[in-house]
């Protein structure tokens, strides 16, 4: 496995596996990797013949008061985890590699940006198209694998890849969660034993209206008002938790037949943030 710490030489390498007749699949990480980004890897081999993790914790999408400074690097143990997935290629590039000291330019994103995390993180998404829009430039993927943890994530890349013309096919791969539910995450490691017991309930709630809905409730507003007390009950400090539409990631009210939407929640304990989702086609 090859480890490229800057751009020229990740690009050499794509190139001489391109010039094979290869086709590459990238795993865009900020590293620490868990099994949900080994189960990206796994896909990625079932659709590529060449796998790339790209391991970069990017400041441009923490804001000032945010984990950029605490947030997990462990590349050695990184890179050992990429060997037994058999990846071929880690670009882990330090910050001068990728960013110039001044940047003139910025990607805006309007509504898709409004709610969810977009609405509580302020340059949080527009930060992650700067970086994934230079990695796909980078790497040329392709493949790209993205986690549905982070589903706003990939609805806004995928807006990005159609009307930027990125010529990369996307795949979202479903949330592995730990054996009580709670969603893999590096930030998972924040938690304090007590928290970890009571993070669970967070998806134990999402499961708890997802129900309801598919039972019929099509204004889940109510519901969702008595799950949010009901969490702050537990010591969950709720960032939002609703029904938004999967196409426009605006908030749902009203559930029609035939629409997808996304049940998905954000919520703080302690010192860690949580957020969590279920797809919910109707
Ligand atoms: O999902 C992540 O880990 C990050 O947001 C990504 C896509 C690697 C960009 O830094």
């Known amino acids: 496995m090859n480890v490229c710490r800057t751009v ?15 086709s590459v699949a990238l795993v865009p990480t900020m590293g620490a990797l868990h099994d949900g980004h080994l189960r990206l890897i796994r896909e990625a081999h079932e659709h590529a013949d060449e796998v790339v993790v790209s391991i970069f914790v990017n400041p441009a999408q923490f804001g000032p008061n945010e984990d950029f400074d605490s947030y997990p690097r462990e590349l050695e143990q990184d890179l050992e985890k990429c060997r037994k997935e058999n990846v071929s290629v880690v670009f882990a590039p330090n910050r001068d590699d990728v960013y110039d000291e001044e940047s003139f330019l910025k990607i805006e994103i309007g509504t898709l940006n409004k709610h969810m995390c977009g609405g509580s993180r302020p340059g949080f998404f527009e930060g992650i198209l700067l970086i994934v829009n230079k990695l796909f430039n980078i790497t040329t993927p392709d493949l790209a694998l ?7 994530q990939f609805q806004i890349i995928s807006r990005m890849v159609m009307e930027f ?11 592995v969660r730990a054996s009580d539910g709670l969603a893999l995450s590096s930030r998972n490691a924040y938690l304090s034993a007590e928290e970890r017991l009571t993070a669970p309930g967070l998806y134990r709630c999402l499961t708890y ?9 099509d204004e889940p507003g109510l519901l969702i008002s008595h799950q949010t007390s009901e ?23 009203t559930l029609v037949a035939g629409e997808n939407y996304i049940l ?11 957020i969590d989702n279920i797809l919910i086609e109707l």
């Open 8 to 22: 020229d030489e990740i690009r050499a390498e794509i190139a001489s596996l391109k010039s094979d007749g290869k």
């Open 231 to 253: 969490l702050e009950a537990k010591g969950f400090r709720i960032d939002y938790l609703g029904m938004f539409s999967l196409k426009t990631l605006q908030p749902a009210e």
């Open 146 to 152: 993205f986690g549905q943890k982070d589903i706003q």
């Open 264 to 274: 998905a929640g954000a919520a703080w304990l302690g010192e860690t943030r949580l």
């Open 165 to 175: 013309n990125h010529a990369v096919q996307l795949k979202m791969v479903p949330i």
């Open 209 to 217: 209206i997802e129900k309801q809905i598919r039972d019929g409730v």
